[in-house]
């Protein structure tokens, strides 16, 4: 596509409800990412998925937290048992990644919001 | 761990008073420093990649400039139409980015 997509844009649930959250990469770019921006905030890293490469999830915050990568196209985000502190903007992004250079410019989609209330 | 600090967290100019942003930061073996203009309701939008101090790169009104501990972001002659948070990230040695807090652009007409 031409740019990275994001469903929902909007997202309201109930505190202990699970919720997913998908991401869909530019076309071609195989390097994927979330992040959390709370009000106000800047981003928080989640995770990152690069190929077949085992994912780095050091920025998950709990074991509520998870995400998948379909081959190298669309991600989804789950946060189980969602807590009022999980009220935030869920971005993803995407860069090219060519032999074994990431490029470092990361091109946003535009957010999920989560309410939990 | 990596650190990005943003200042000032909010500037408000007249139109075509020029000024700058900026951001410190503290990174092991920095692999990239970017700056990101977010509008309301939206994502990030990418302006530019500075690799090593003394890189400046300019786009219209924005010029951004890199030393060994900062980078300023630099807004001449600024319109309404530039009101954003611009937000500041480096990458190290990790594929994450960390960013700064972010300023607050307001430009009055």
């Known amino acids: 596509g031409a740019g990275v997509s994001q469903s929902p844009s909007n997202k309201v649930t109930e505190k202990g409800k699970d919720v997913e959250l998908r991401c869909d990469p530019i076309s071609g770019h195989t390097a994927l990412y979330w992040y959390r921006q709370r009000l106000g905030q800047g981003l928080e890293f989640l995770i990152y998925f690069q190929g077949n490469s085992a994912p780095d999830k050091s920025g998950l915050p709990s074991d509520r937290f998870s995400a998948e990568r379909t081959g190298e196209s669309v991600s989804t985000l789950t946060i189980q048992r969602t807590q009022q502190e999980d009220s935030a903007v869920y971005l993803c992004?995407?860069?090219?990644?060519?032999?074994?250079?990431?490029?470092?410019?990361?091109?946003f989609g535009p957010g999920t919001r989560l309410t939990v209330l | 761990e990596d650190q990005v600090t943003q200042s000032p967290e909010a500037l408000r100019l007249q139109e075509g008073e020029s000024s700058s942003l900026n951001c410190s930061y503290t990174v092991s073996g920095l692999r990239g420093l970017f700056w990101y203009r977010q509008d309301p309701g939206k994502g990030p939008e990418f302006l530019f990649t500075?690799?090593?101090a003394g890189e400046e790169k300019e786009k219209e009104r924005l010029k951004a400039t890199l030393t060994k501990k900062e980078s300023f972001l630099h807004i001449t002659a600024p319109k309404p139409e530039d009101s954003a948070t611009y937000l500041c990230a480096v990458r190290g040695a990790a594929q994450k980015l960390v960013f700064g807090q972010g300023t607050r652009l307001t430009i009055n007409p």
């Open positions: 992004a995407s860069s090219f990644y060519f032999g074994t250079i990431t490029y470092n410019e990361q091109f």
């Open positions: 500075l690799y090593s």
